[in-house]
């Protein structure tokens, strides 16, 4: 077995350091980068629903949404071919908007092979508050 030494210890030490938060500032850059390209696709689709009609949306008021719902909801109308949900919440005047679509490895499904659901919610739970605490775009996978 091999003793410690602290000169290698401090080298390592010195080393982990360094490259930890270049790694952590990277890995923030790629998620933010990730997340900037889903939510610019899901606002392309939904400008698209807005000016044309599609078929396959559903579109459903609720009350009080929690993550527990949204979850079952996600999973009970899932897609062949999807591995992903992305969940865009949206407020207006007339109230808070929770958006679906489905997507794989963080692209959007075609418009013809994906449904689309569209929430109109009076309050979301505190769960679910905090989930969007950061984005108003999330991915479910």
Known sequence: MIKPNK???DVFKSLFEEVVPVV???GKKAIDEIAKNTKEQVNEFIEEI???KVENVDFREIELLNSSKLITL???NVVDGANEVYV???AYNSGIYINLA???DQE???KDKNKFIILK???LSADLLNMFAKSELIILK
């Open 7 to 9: 000169q290698i210890i």
């Open 108 to 110: 959007l499904l075609e």
């Open 102 to 104: 489905y997507g794989k």
């Open 74 to 76: 996600a999973k009970e």
């Open 50 to 52: 807005n000016t044309e």
């Open 121 to 123: 919610v009076e309050a």
């Open 24 to 26: 952590i500032e990277e």
């Open 88 to 90: 865009w919440k949206k």
